[in-house]
């Protein structure tokens, strides 16, 4: 079996590694915090990411907030 350097491991398992990272830093959150404080941090987290994506998507705010809150 060939030895894998750093870059092809995160190449070949890059979702493997991001899932492990994360679910270490949930639990952790969870059992220091509790699982209330846990899941407003996630929520958070996940907020942060999805902001920070649509910026490098150089995505309109202003259109996206209406979109969010029309009138039905």
């Known amino acids: 079996m060939d030895a894998y350097t750093l870059a092809e491991l995160w190449k070949r398992h890059r979702g ?37 994506k649509r910026l490098d998507e150089r995505v309109d705010f202003r259109e996206l907030f209406s979109r969010l809150f029309q009138e039905r």
Do not use: E
């Not at 270490?24 to 699982?35: K, V």
């Open 16 to 52: 493997k590694i991001t899932g492990v990272i994360l679910g270490l830093a949930f639990g952790w959150f969870a059992i220091i915090y509790g699982i209330l404080k846990a899941l407003f941090v996630a929520a958070c987290v996940f907020a942060g990411y999805y902001v920070g």
